[in-house]
């Protein structure tokens, strides 16, 4: 079924367009470990009622405290018009993010679970267990042979057959369901409950999300369940991008930053609530702003979701959450972080406060992106020689020095497909001449670190003063992958030339961002200047067996090749580090140290 999709997506495409977009093979969000259980508020081994689960936590797994097994991806991403912020999904995937059987593109079986822990039910005669699910949401649907199953443990410790289940269909909203228990052999006090889906496992496919699962002794819980929360954990805090340069930011901050928050919230009631809003900026643990200006909180009327849709401050709201300008002082760094909380005060149950409140970091780092960070699909084109080019307007002037790119690892490895970096002019909103073309062939590189962007060094500075188109330019016709975040819709932004003339991306499932970020600031491919050699001391340089990093402050190191490819990293922070060079060739190299006084390259010989 799957074979036969495929066949008919690639028939299409080569009908009408060159534009290929895939679905994710692997979950490059994932952790290299879930969250422990010391981190949350700890529960006993055995839960007494109500247990509820919105998923409204900012890690990937299920709390460990409410849930037994780590298959499930929490994630705000992934679904359409959700209940809240946070869903959990089923696919294809281990609880790693890797395809369970890759070599198998036929492989079709049980992935997933999501088993509660022990619940103690002896007390009752009757319970209500509810839970909202969707198929496909913006990831991949689940087809009519894939199965979303849910069991109950009896009081012998078997598993039930099916309670419930459902094969796969195309992009619903949220579907809630409610059960009835009643039967005596659930009502134990080792009561367990768990879903299940069937999938292709040769990849990140078949999606089912599931949210705001509910066990409970009172059947008006299940029934009314009025709940108002956030559902949009994705908050710009500057048009256009989520992220710009510190060092362009600040002194700035009028002209980059929205006018207003658009804050999105979800009332599932049937009427209009009043809700009391605000939300604080902080600076590492300082608080340096609260919203509003005057009181402690705004009050806003919250339309019914039934009546009319997603509550949103900027499109609703008389006068919209404002951003102020004095939150952004210059603090002489080159990077800032800053950590917002939002918070509505509601009458809802107690159990329903979790998704109250909404947590996210504002980071200006030295790049520039459109993107989120997450990619929820991956895009290419199949032609040599063909160009995409992404649009970054209202940039200050400053030296672009290498870009981030986040490329998804697919069945076909084009690891060694080569691509050279270019730079457009801005035509009226068109690429016209190329400004610079890196002469390095660099390749698709699958990483962990930078959140799965690679950073590729430009073999010199191009100095960028204006709107400027940055991309790529691919050698052969194979798909390169780059992530597409398909919950921000840059289209207009987003170029593509195979031949002569330059076309907008528009094919079907085409809409999103590439995840493409210009990394700005001053690199120096020299030797250090004499101010900073107090500071930090590499030698022997040429050398042909060992580097000796030595720096009169904490710091981390990247090694890259000339043409980019980094081939070493040290997250761990030192004073002083030896690199082994003996096992790379001869020729030039660059180290690239970070720390709180610096972030330095130098180049260096190996002999």
């Given at each position: 079924?799957?074979?036969l999709?495929?066949?008919?997506?690639?028939?299409?495409?080569?009908?009408?367009?060159?534009?290929?977009?895939?679905?994710?093979?692997?979950?490059?969000?994932?952790?290299?470990?879930?969250?422990?259980?010391e981190?949350?508020?700890?529960?006993?081994?055995?839960?007494?009622?109500?247990?509820?689960?919105?998923f409204?936590?900012?890690?990937?797994?299920?709390?460990?405290?409410?849930?037994?097994?780590?298959?499930?991806?929490?994630n705000?991403?992934?679904?359409?018009?959700?209940i809240?912020?946070?869903v959990a999904?089923?696919d294809g995937?281990?609880?790693?993010?890797?395809?369970?059987?890759?070599?198998?593109?036929?492989s079709?079986g049980?992935?997933?679970?999501?088993?509660?822990k022990?619940i103690?039910?002896?007390?009752?005669?009757?319970?209500?267990f509810?839970?909202?699910?969707?198929?496909?949401?913006?990831?991949n649907?689940?087809?009519?042979?894939?199965?979303?199953?849910l069991?109950?443990k009896?009081?012998?410790?078997?598993?039930?057959?099916?309670?419930?289940?459902?094969?796969?269909?195309?992009?619903?909203?949220?579907?809630?369901k409610?059960?009835?228990?009643?039967?005596?052999?659930?009502?134990?006090?080792?009561?367990?409950?768990?879903?299940?889906?069937?999938?292709?496992?040769?990849?990140?496919?078949?999606?089912w999300?599931?949210?705001?699962?509910?066990?409970?002794?009172d059947?008006n819980?299940?029934?009314?369940?009025?709940?108002?929360?956030?559902?949009?954990?994705?908050?710009?805090?500057c048009?256009?991008?989520?992220s710009?340069p510190?060092?362009?930011?600040?002194?700035n901050?009028?002209?980059?930053?929205?006018?207003?928050?658009?804050?999105s919230?979800?009332?599932n009631?049937?009427?209009?609530?009043?809700?009391?809003?605000?939300?604080d900026?902080?600076?590492?643990?300082?608080?340096?702003f609260?919203?509003?200006?005057s009181?402690?909180?705004?009050?806003?009327?919250?339309?019914?979701?039934?009546?009319?849709?997603?509550?949103?401050?900027?499109?609703n709201?008389?006068?919209?959450?404002?951003i102020?300008?004095?939150?952004?002082?210059?603090?002489?760094?080159?990077?800032?972080t800053?950590?917002?909380?939002?918070?509505?005060?509601?009458?809802?149950?107690?159990?329903?406060?979790?998704?109250?409140?909404?947590?996210?970091?504002?980071?200006?780092?030295?790049?520039?992106?459109?993107?989120?960070?997450?990619?929820?699909?991956?895009?290419?084109?199949?032609?040599?020689g063909?160009?995409?080019?992404m649009l970054?307007?209202n940039l200050?002037p400053?030296?672009?020095?290498?870009?981030?790119i986040?490329?998804?690892?697919?069945?076909?490895?084009?690891?060694?497909?080569?691509?050279?970096?270019?730079?457009?002019?801005?035509?009226?909103?068109i690429?016209?001449?190329?400004?610079?073309?890196?002469?390095i062939?660099?390749?698709?590189?699958?990483?962990?670190?930078?959140?799965?962007?690679?950073?590729?060094?430009?073999?010199?500075p191009?100095?960028?003063?204006s709107?400027?188109?940055?991309?790529?330019?691919q050698?052969?016709?194979?798909?390169?992958?780059?992530?597409?975040d398909?919950?921000?819709?840059?289209?207009?932004?987003?170029?593509?030339?195979?031949?002569?003339?330059?076309?907008?991306?528009?094919?079907?499932?085409?809409?999103?961002?590439?995840?493409?970020?210009?990394?700005?600031g001053?690199?120096?491919?020299?030797?250090l200047?004499?101010?900073?050699?107090?500071?930090?001391?590499?030698?022997?340089?040429?050398?042909?067996?060992?580097?000796?990093?030595?720096?009169?402050?904490?710091?981390?190191?990247?090694?890259?090749?000339?043409?980019?490819k980094?081939?070493?990293?040290?997250?761990?922070?030192?004073k002083?580090?030896?690199?082994?060079?003996?096992?790379?060739?001869?020729?030039?190299?660059?180290?690239?140290?970070y720390?709180?006084?610096?972030?330095?390259?130098k180049?260096?010989?190996?002999?």
């Open positions: 079924m799957r074979f999709t495929l066949l008919l997506f690639l028939f299409f495409n080569n009908s009408f367009s060159q534009e290929y977009v895939n679905d994710l093979i692997f979950n490059n969000s994932l952790k290299l470990s879930p969250p422990k259980s981190n949350i508020q700890k529960k006993s081994s055995t839960l007494s009622l109500p247990f509820f689960d919105d409204s936590y900012n890690y990937n797994y299920p709390n460990p405290n409410l849930w037994i097994n780590n298959d499930a991806f929490i705000s991403t992934l679904c359409f018009n959700p809240n912020n946070g999904t089923l995937l281990d609880s790693l993010g890797n395809p369970r059987d890759i070599l198998n593109s036929n079709h049980v992935s997933d679970y999501l088993t509660s022990p103690d039910l002896s007390a009752y005669n009757e319970a209500y509810s839970f909202f699910f969707q198929p496909q949401g913006l990831g649907a689940p087809e009519q042979i894939d199965l979303l199953k069991q109950f009896d009081e012998n410790g078997v598993w039930s057959n099916s309670i419930w289940d459902t094969s796969g269909f195309s992009l619903t909203e949220f579907i809630k409610v059960i009835v228990i009643d039967n005596s052999v659930f009502l134990h006090d080792e009561f367990q409950f768990r879903f299940s889906n069937e999938a292709t496992l040769s990849g990140n496919f078949d999606h999300h599931l949210d705001n699962i509910l066990l409970t002794d059947y819980q299940v029934s009314d369940f009025e709940d108002i929360s956030f559902v949009d954990d994705k908050i710009k805090f048009k256009n991008y989520f710009i510190w060092i362009h930011f600040k002194g901050q009028s002209f980059y930053l929205n006018q207003d928050l658009n804050i919230l979800r009332n009631y049937l009427t209009t609530q009043s809700v009391d809003y605000r939300y900026v902080y600076k590492n643990t300082s608080q340096v609260h919203y509003p200006l009181g402690p909180t705004r009050n806003d009327n919250i339309f019914s979701y039934e009546i009319n849709g997603i509550y949103s401050y900027s499109n709201a008389n006068n919209a959450v404002a102020y300008d004095s939150i952004f002082v210059d603090d002489f760094n080159e990077t800032a800053f950590n917002i909380i939002h918070s509505i005060a509601t009458d809802d149950s107690n159990f329903l406060k979790n998704n109250d409140t909404l947590k996210y970091e504002q980071k200006f780092l030295d790049y520039y992106s459109l993107d989120d960070g997450t990619a929820e699909a991956s895009y290419g084109l199949n032609t040599s063909a160009k995409f080019a970054f307007d200050q400053d030296s672009l020095r290498s870009v981030l986040h490329f998804e690892q697919n069945l076909n490895d084009v690891s060694n497909s080569p691509f050279q970096i270019v730079v457009w002019e801005n035509n009226n909103g690429p016209g001449n190329a400004i610079d073309t890196c002469s062939l660099f390749y698709p590189e699958y990483t962990n670190v930078k959140n799965g962007f690679y950073e590729y060094l430009l073999d010199k191009i100095y960028i003063n709107s400027v188109f940055i991309g790529l330019q050698i052969n016709n194979d798909i390169l992958n780059i992530g597409l398909r919950n921000n819709i840059n289209n207009d932004k987003m170029f593509y030339n195979i031949g002569q003339n330059w076309e907008l991306s528009s094919c079907f499932g085409c809409e999103g961002s590439w995840m493409i970020r210009p990394v700005f001053n690199l120096n491919y020299t030797n200047s004499d101010s900073n050699l107090e500071l930090i001391n590499i030698y022997p340089n040429p050398t042909n067996s060992e580097l000796n990093i030595y720096l009169n402050d904490l710091f981390s190191l990247e090694f890259y090749d000339i043409s980019g980094m081939l070493f990293y040290q997250n761990n922070l030192y002083s580090f030896k690199l082994n060079t003996s096992n790379f060739n001869s020729g030039v190299y660059f180290i690239k140290i720390s709180n006084k610096l972030v330095k390259t180049k260096i010989l190996i002999n």
